[in-house]
């Protein structure tokens, strides 16, 4: 009986080893395959353009890339702050809200801001907005520009 015990135990041993063997072989064989067969997924040079995408346009002609752009809102105000590569408010420029589809406003709606201080741009919110509110605010001045996407609750 004792005999069987040592048998049975070195059949189970030679079993596990035989498996991690195999899961180790199998292993090396998918990496081994992803590296000869790799996709555009896990190609280096897909990531690289990603992560340096805005690197390769040619942006010398804008002067806002270095602006800043701080938007707010209260109950019935959306509000952007915007400030040039100094920090100095920058006044004179044309603000517009282009609007997502809302509840209540039809898509694309464009909502002109005015300078009610200067670097400072408002507008009323619109009376039909309910929930939150989705859009893409733009600032330019001369050959300027700056922009982003702003959700605002209500």
């Known amino acids: 009986m004792n005999n069987f015990r040592n048998?049975?135990?070195k059949f189970w041993i030679r079993i596990i080893t035989v498996v991690i063997v195999?899961?180790?072989?199998?292993?090396?064989?998918?990496?081994?395959?992803?590296k000869k067969r790799g996709s555009r997924v896990v190609d280096t040079e897909?990531?690289?353009?990603?992560?340096?995408?805005?690197e390769s346009h040619d942006t010398s002609g804008n002067t806002g890339n270095k602006w800043t752009m701080t938007p707010t809102a209260d109950a019935a105000?959306?509000?952007?702050?915007?400030?040039d590569e100094n920090g100095a408010p920058l006044s004179g420029?044309?603000?517009?809200?282009?609007?997502?589809?809302?509840?209540?406003i039809?898509?694309?709606t464009i909502v002109q801001l005015t300078e009610s201080s200067p670097g400072v741009y408002r507008t009323a919110k619109p009376a039909?907005?309910?929930?939150?509110l989705r859009g893409t605010i733009r600032v330019a001045k001369g050959n300027g520009v700056i922009s982003g996407r702003v959700v605002i609750f209500n």
């Open 106 to 108: 039809p898509p694309g």
């Open 77 to 83: 105000d959306i509000q952007v702050t915007v400030h």
């Open 22 to 34: 195999l899961f180790i072989t199998a292993t090396v064989a998918s990496i081994v395959l992803a």
């Open 7 to 9: 048998d049975a135990g």
């Open 128 to 132: 039909t907005v309910r929930g939150e």
């Open 46 to 54: 897909y990531y690289s353009h990603g992560l340096h995408y805005a």
């Open 93 to 104: 420029g044309e603000a517009t809200c282009a609007l997502d589809q809302n509840t209540g």
